[in-house]
């Protein structure tokens, strides 16, 4: 848990909580945080105690980023498999959910939850991820990438942005998660500062058609989906407060939909986690207009796991408790590891 990216005070909070549920089944659980290693009960309480989930704004994020290396602080964490049954990955964002971690633990034979390298680092990576969603048949939205090192070459593409995607339209670093760095671009005008932006996160950044609509959402359990969600954030957008703090989304699980729309969304998520070879508990995020028609904006393959959020209250609708989840989670990462399986 934990790590340095932008979204290491969510991993906290999920990696926190996922220690307590898997102790409450009866592992033994040590819980590690990639920056300053394994974590003691004490410094457990002291985290829970101050509230680990923070909305910072991402420039401070940014800032914490850069004063660690979490790479080297990985490799020393990394458990032997004389001492380890299971890594339970509970981080969010940057190395620990682009398949570097997954690498490392592929090297030393230890199994862990959710998807291997390979996969991570597809869907990590929202421009493949969606060319792979189109060649598997599942609808995703028109998009365009801008390319560093060159950030200025976005002007010349821009024009290309408004004649065939037209506004409003999403810009987005190509590879971040819980919408950091992300605009709703409704103007020419607003296009340039939402490129910029998105660069400080990114050395590719995406622009996207945006659709209008519902917002959907449908865990994956092995392979199995778990009961489709709606969000109705308080903000235009499902942002980064929207998802972190109390009070501002309203998530409906099951859906307010009908049987057949259920079924549909169910089955292009998991032609979305086939195309893209996941593994383990994934999320994968949805958009459905007025007319019914379903558009894929990306998969989650390290989902978050705190209070507020989605995949807990998804399983919850199945019937599933959380302990129960987290269980769950460890032993189909056992189970592949047990049957030869590669990730």
């Not at 939402?194 to 995406?206: G, I, S």
């Not at 778990?226 to 499902?238: D, S």
Request: charged letters at 20%; hydrophobic letters at 45%; one cysteine or more.
């Amino acid at each position: 848990m934990g790590g340095t990216s932008t979204e290491r005070d969510v991993s906290l909070a999920s990696g926190l909580r996922i220690a307590a549920a898997l102790r409450s089944c009866g592992h033994q659980v040590t819980a590690i945080d990639t920056v300053c290693g394994a974590l003691t009960e004490a410094d457990e309480r002291a985290m829970l105690s101050s509230g680990v989930v923070r909305t910072l704004p991402p420039e401070q994020a940014m800032l914490a980023r850069m004063a660690a290396q979490a790479l080297p602080a990985t490799v020393r964490a990394i458990p032997k498999k004389s001492d380890t049954d299971v890594v339970f990955l509970g981080l969010h964002g940057g190395q620990g959910e682009d398949g570097t971690i997954q690498a490392l633990l592929d090297l030393t034979g230890v199994p862990y939850t959710g998807s291997g390298h390979l996969a991570s680092a597809l869907a990590m990576d929202k421009d493949l991820s969606k060319r792979l969603f189109r060649e598997a048949g599942v609808p995703t939205p028109d998009w365009l990438m801008v390319r560093g090192p060159d950030r200025g070459a976005w002007r010349a593409l821009s024009q290309a942005a408004v004649a065939d995607l037209g506004f409003p339209l999403i810009v987005k670093p190509s590879k971040q998660g819980s919408t950091v760095g992300l605009s709703l671009v409704k103007a020419p005008e607003a296009l340039a500062s939402a490129v910029e932006d998105a660069f400080r996160y990114d050395d590719e950044v995406m622009l996207e058609r945006f659709v209008p609509g519902r917002e959907l959402t449908v865990g994956v359990l092995g392979e199995t989906p778990l009961p489709v969600g709606e969000i109705i954030p308080k903000h235009e957008i499902y942002d980064y407060e929207c998802k972190y703090t109390a009070g501002m989304a309203e998530e409906i699980f099951p859906a307010h939909l009908t049987e057949q729309e259920s079924l549909s969304v169910q089955d292009l998520a998991l032609r979305a986690f086939r195309a893209l070879k996941l593994d383990g508990c994934a999320r994968i995020d949805f958009r459905m207009t007025k007319e019914g028609t379903l558009y894929c904006l990306e998969a989650n393959t390290l989902p978050g796991m705190t209070e507020l959020s989605l995949i807990p209250q998804a399983a919850a609708a199945a019937g599933i408790g959380f302990p129960e989840l987290c269980d769950r989670i460890v032993r189909l990462a056992v189970s592949a590891h047990a049957f030869g399986e590669t990730k």
